[in-house]
């Protein structure tokens, strides 16, 4: 990351940022890291698609991580029409929901 960043960074958006949620000025370079931080990280991960992970796995919201293939099958779902997506979509719960009775009923 080009060294020139930071004042540019600190000024459109950790300063602004740090006034409305009313943060002391001693801790706008800690604001600062942390912007910065993100951006290399999604840096990172832009350049290495193989260390990709959601935002709700790091922020710690799901312990999910989807491998490429399954990620595609959803985007290929996602763009499909209405009706179709549905369909998928219902005959998928119906799936999940048979797998859970018999696992939930087996007496083994």
């Known amino acids: 990351m080009d060294v020139e960043i ?5 000024a459109a958006v950790v300063v602004p940022l740090a006034c409305q ?3 002391l000025p001693e801790l706008y370079s800690i604001i600062l890291l942390s912007v910065l931080l993100i951006v290399h990280a999604f840096q990172c991960i832009r350049t290495n698609p193989q260390l990709a992970v959601s935002i709700d796995y790091l922020v710690g919201k799901t312990n999910l991580v989807l491998d490429q293939d399954t990620l595609k099958r959803l985007e290929d779902i996602n763009a499909l029409p209405g009706e179709a997506k549905d369909y998928i979509l219902n005959h998928i719960d119906i799936m999940i929901r048979d797998f859970k009775n018999k696992k939930t009923y ?3």
């Open 106 to 108: 087996s007496h083994k």
């Open 6 to 10: 930071y004042p540019d960074v600190l």
């Open 21 to 23: 949620l009313q943060i």
